[in-house]
């Protein structure tokens, strides 16, 4: 239907023939997909009732110890530490200072002879007198006296074996008798030992004690009570 806009007269109005015609193409609706479903949620936890103040008193108490603990740990590793070097301190200055030490403190020197370990004293024989004995055995009617001990060298080097001084003493340590002798050995290795045996024949009644000592040679210029004296 077509109008007129001026006198509004209507009138049918048919297409040309020459028209093309319009192709309606039938279209397949594509069929409709439901939408997933979501996931339902979970449950939620039951939320955590708490804990009583007994168990959080515990755990505090726990949680002090364990760091207590480990304090104790830590203080004690740092105390050997300081202890070992203290001791190492002590022991390299104790080598090397060794004569110094035993200058300040003589007594000192019977560890470090027994280490095996040279130092200067006023021993310039480097030897000593251990284990002196007596020992007296009546033959013919006759007392024979034996006295022997132990030679002893308390330095790294070897030493000569001076002749050996014996003395016969009363109660009161006065000199009764006295002689001296040698043995075969004419040195001892070093930090060695030799053993030595002398005898009398009828020592004197008040002979109580004996004494025994190393003679010095003069070029030495030592007293012989000094040099590796011994009393029995």
């Given at each position: 239907?077509?109008?007129?806009?001026k006198c509004?007269?209507?009138?049918?109005?048919?297409?040309?023939?020459?028209?093309p015609?319009?192709?309606?193409q039938?279209?397949t609706?594509?069929?409709?997909?439901?939408?997933?479903?979501a996931?339902?949620?979970?449950?939620?936890?039951?939320e955590?009732?708490g804990?009583?103040?007994?168990?959080m008193?515990?755990m505090?108490?726990?949680?002090?110890?364990?760091?207590e603990t480990?304090?104790?740990?830590?203080k004690?590793?740092?105390g050997w530490?300081?202890?070992?070097l203290?001791?190492?301190?002590?022991?390299?200055?104790g080598?090397?200072?060794?004569?110094?030490?035993v200058?300040f403190?003589?007594?000192?020197?019977?560890l470090?002879?027994?280490?095996?370990?040279?130092?200067?004293?006023?021993?310039?024989?480097?030897?000593?007198?251990?284990?002196?004995?007596?020992?007296?055995?009546l033959?013919?009617g006759?007392?024979?006296?034996?006295?022997t001990?132990?030679?002893?060298?308390?330095?790294?080097?070897?030493q000569?074996?001076?002749?050996?001084?014996?003395q016969l003493?009363?109660?009161?340590?006065h000199?009764v008798y006295?002689?001296?002798?040698s043995?075969?050995?004419t040195?001892?290795?070093?930090?060695?030992?030799i053993?030595?045996?002398?005898?009398?024949?009828?020592?004197?009644?008040?002979?109580?004690?004996?004494?025994?000592?190393l003679?010095?040679?003069k070029?030495?210029?030592?007293?012989?009570e000094?040099?590796?004296?011994?009393?029995?």
């Amino acid at each position: 239907m077509v109008k007129c806009a001026k006198c509004g007269h209507k009138w049918r109005e048919y297409p040309p023939e020459d028209l093309p015609k319009q192709v309606v193409q039938e279209v397949t609706p594509e069929p409709v997909q439901e939408p997933e479903k979501a996931p339902e949620p979970e449950a939620p936890a039951p939320e955590d009732q708490g804990m009583s103040i007994e168990q959080m008193t515990q755990m505090r108490q726990q949680r002090a110890q364990q760091v207590e603990t480990k304090s104790r740990r830590k203080k004690s590793i740092f105390g050997w530490l300081l202890f070992i070097l203290i001791l190492a301190g002590i022991g390299v200055g104790g080598y090397h200072g060794r004569n110094y030490v035993v200058q300040f403190w003589p007594a000192s020197a019977k560890l470090y002879q027994m280490l095996k370990l040279d130092v200067k004293t006023t021993n310039l024989l480097g030897l000593e007198i251990h284990d002196l004995k007596t020992k007296s055995i009546l033959e013919n009617g006759i007392v024979r006296l034996t006295v022997t001990g132990r030679i002893k060298n308390i330095t790294g080097e070897e030493q000569p074996i001076p002749r050996i001084g014996i003395q016969l003493v009363d109660s009161n340590g006065h000199h009764v008798y006295s002689w001296s002798t040698s043995i075969e050995e004419t040195h001892v290795t070093p930090w060695g030992e030799i053993e030595f045996s002398s005898s009398m024949n009828q020592p004197p009644e008040e002979a109580k004690h004996v004494k025994a000592h190393l003679i010095a040679p003069k070029d030495l210029m030592k007293k012989p009570e000094q040099d590796g004296e011994s009393h029995q």
